[in-house]
C-alpha cells in the first residue's frame, strides 16, 4: 500500500509542476495581447459596454460555422487578454484570413447575445502574420 501511495505522490507534483508551466505560459500570452490592445489603441474587451462603439484587437481562439434562423453565420471568438467576445459574420460560411490564431482589429458596437458579448458584422482588420 506505501508503495501505491509514493508512486501517486510524483505524479501528483509532476500534474502540478506542468499545470504551473501551462497556466504561466497562458498568462504571458494575455500580457502580451494585453499590450498588443494600448499599442493598437483599442479599448480592453472587458470594459466594453452594451450598445457602446468600440475599437477591440486581440487574436481569433476559435472560429465555427452557426446558422442563425436559417441563414449561415461564421463566428469567431476574440480574446484580448482580458476578457473574450464572440464576432460573428452574418451570411458568411468563410473568410479568408478569418483562423484560428490569427490577430485582429475589429471595429462595431458591442451587443449581447445569451450572456456573451458580441459584434456583428463588424469592419476588420487582419493583422500581418510577421506582428504575431
Same mark, same amino acid.
Given at each position: 500500500?506505501?508503495?501505491?501511495?509514493?508512486?501517486?505522490? *510524483?505524479?501528483?507534483?509532476?500534474?502540478?509542476?506542468?499545470?504551473?508551466?501551462?497556466?504561466?505560459? =497562458? =498568462?504571458?500570452?494575455?500580457?502580451?495581447?494585453?499590450?498588443?490592445?494600448?499599442?493598437?489603441?483599442?479599448?480592453?474587451?472587458?470594459?466594453?459596454?452594451?450598445?457602446? =462603439?468600440?475599437?477591440?484587437?486581440?487574436?481569433?481562439? +476559435?472560429?465555427?460555422?452557426?446558422?442563425?434562423?436559417?441563414?449561415?453565420?461564421?463566428?469567431? =471568438?476574440?480574446?484580448?487578454?482580458?476578457?473574450?467576445?464572440?464576432?460573428?459574420?452574418?451570411?458568411?460560411?468563410?473568410?479568408?484570413?478569418?483562423?484560428?490564431?490569427?490577430?485582429?482589429? +475589429?471595429?462595431?458596437?458591442?451587443?449581447? +447575445?445569451?450572456?456573451?458579448?458580441?459584434?456583428?458584422? *463588424?469592419?476588420?482588420?487582419?493583422?500581418?502574420?510577421?506582428?504575431?
Amino acid at each position: 500500500m506505501s508503495s501505491e501511495i509514493s508512486s501517486a505522490r *510524483p505524479q501528483g507534483r509532476l500534474r502540478r509542476m506542468f499545470s504551473k508551466l501551462s497556466s504561466s505560459n =497562458e =498568462e504571458l500570452n494575455a500580457e502580451q495581447l494585453r499590450q498588443d490592445v494600448e499599442e493598437t489603441g483599442a479599448i480592453p474587451i472587458v470594459s466594453c459596454g452594451d450598445r457602446q =462603439e468600440v475599437t477591440v484587437s486581440g487574436t481569433l481562439r +476559435a472560429v465555427t460555422l452557426r446558422p442563425r434562423a436559417g441563414v449561415p453565420a461564421l463566428e469567431a =471568438e476574440l480574446f484580448d487578454g482580458t476578457d473574450a467576445l464572440d464576432v460573428v459574420w452574418l451570411g458568411r460560411r468563410s473568410i479568408v484570413g478569418i483562423e484560428p490564431g490569427r490577430k485582429l482589429i +475589429a471595429h462595431g458596437r458591442i451587443s449581447h +447575445a445569451r450572456g456573451r458579448r458580441v459584434l456583428f458584422n *463588424p469592419r476588420y482588420e487582419l493583422r500581418p502574420h510577421g506582428q504575431e
